[in-house]
């Protein structure tokens, strides 16, 4: 089965740096993948998808690798402020539905 | 509506009670999916319907628990003999289909608790 593995460790920076996040995965070639925020309570919300064929995805201040080879993608937020405290989630796009890692606790502190 | 709605927000039931949790999804999503997450934990796949039927029901935990989706629109999970062990957030989520390269709207989940 799907294996997807992300930091269960938090993640402590100070702000103004850079996060960086990993989701490795076996067994499954995805041809897409999503990163997602979930903060204490609520759903996830989707933040950003970079297709197999993409090596970078921007947004804003988020950038997503994705490299099919390693089965790694990359999760960076730069210049880092404590409202982007959250847990961050990669989920592998199957066929027909999303499978999630366990996501990384983000806390940016002042 | 303006996003994905469930109901009960949370649940306090006894053992080997039954519950039903709703899902309200976004007006026009043909595709929603049911994930359950233990504290601390990832999101676990349950099952996901394509308008009314359910391809993919492989991850329901064991017959106690049902879903069902009528008319395209609202869905119901089920459990059954409620066990202490079924304690968690259950999220639904819908998206405009299924398939790759579509994102999934959650609404903020309903938190069961078997006491």
């Known amino acids: 089965s799907q294996k997807i593995e992300q930091n269960s460790e938090a993640l402590n920076i100070q702000e103004g740096k850079t996060a960086t996040l990993t989701c490795n995965y076996t067994n499954y070639s995805p041809a897409y993948l999503q990163w997602y925020r979930q903060d204490p309570g609520r759903g996830p919300v989707f933040l950003l998808l970079i297709r197999e064929n993409e090596k970078e995805k921007r947004k804003e201040r988020l950038k997503v690798t994705f490299d099919t080879t390693l089965k790694q993608s990359l999760f960076h937020i730069t210049a880092s402020q404590p409202a982007d405290s959250a847990t961050y989630l990669c989920?592998?796009?199957?066929?027909?539905?999303?499978?999630f890692g366990t996501g990384t606790r983000l806390q940016v502190f002042p | 509506g303006a996003g994905v709605s469930q109901s009960p927000s949370n649940k306090v039931t006894e053992k080997g009670k039954d519950v039903e949790l709703r899902c309200d999804p976004i007006?026009?999503?043909?595709?929603l999916y049911w994930y359950r997450q233990s504290l601390g934990q990832g999101l676990e796949f349950l099952i996901y319907?394509?308008?009314?039927?359910?391809?993919?029901k492989s991850g329901l935990p064991s017959d106690r628990f049902s879903a069902e989706r009528t008319g395209g629109s609202v869905s119901t999970l089920t459990i059954q003999r409620t066990q202490q062990e079924d304690s968690a957030v259950y999220l639904c989520?819908?998206?405009?289909?299924?398939?790759?390269?579509?994102?999934?709207?959650f609404g903020q989940g309903t938190r069961l608790t078997v006491v």
């Open positions: 007006s026009g999503h043909t595709a």
């Open positions: 319907f394509q308008g009314n039927s359910a391809p993919d």
């Open positions: 989520a819908s998206s405009y289909h299924t398939g790759v390269n579509t994102e999934a709207f």
């Open positions: 989920a592998l796009d199957t066929t027909d539905k999303l499978i």
